[in-house]
C-alpha cells in the first residue's frame, strides 16, 4: 500500500493500480477502495494528459469488492453512484 500512496502521489496511475490489484485479491480492503478510485470520475475529473480516463463500471466493481471486504467508505460511494 505505501508503495501504492507513492506511485499515486506522482501521477503513476498506471503502475499503482497494478499493485492495488494484487492487495485487493489478497482480502486489503483499502487496496479495494483505493483501486476503485482510481477509475472514479469524481475522483479523477475529466481525461487527463496521462490518458488516464475515468471507469465507472470498473470503479463500481472495485467499490463492491471493497464493500465485501468491510470497507464502509465503499458502500457509502455505491450508494452515491446509483443515485
Not at 34 to 44: K, M, N, Q, S
Not at 47 to 71: M, N
Request: charged fraction near 25%; hydrophobic fraction near 45%.
Amino acid at each position: 500500500m505505501k508503495r501504492a500512496n507513492g506511485l499515486l502521489a506522482i501521477g503513476d496511475i498506471a503502475a499503482a493500480r497494478l499493485l492495488l490489484e494484487r492487495a485487493a485479491d489478497a482480502q486489503e480492503a483499502d487496496a479495494a477502495l483505493l483501486l476503485a478510485r482510481t477509475y472514479d470520475p469524481l475522483v479523477l475529473g475529466t481525461k487527463d494528459a496521462r490518458a488516464i480516463t475515468p471507469d465507472p463500471a470498473q470503479a463500481r466493481i472495485w467499490y463492491r469488492r471493497a464493500a465485501e471486504l468491510g470497507s464502509q467508505h465503499a458502500q457509502q460511494r455505491l450508494t452515491q453512484m446509483q443515485d
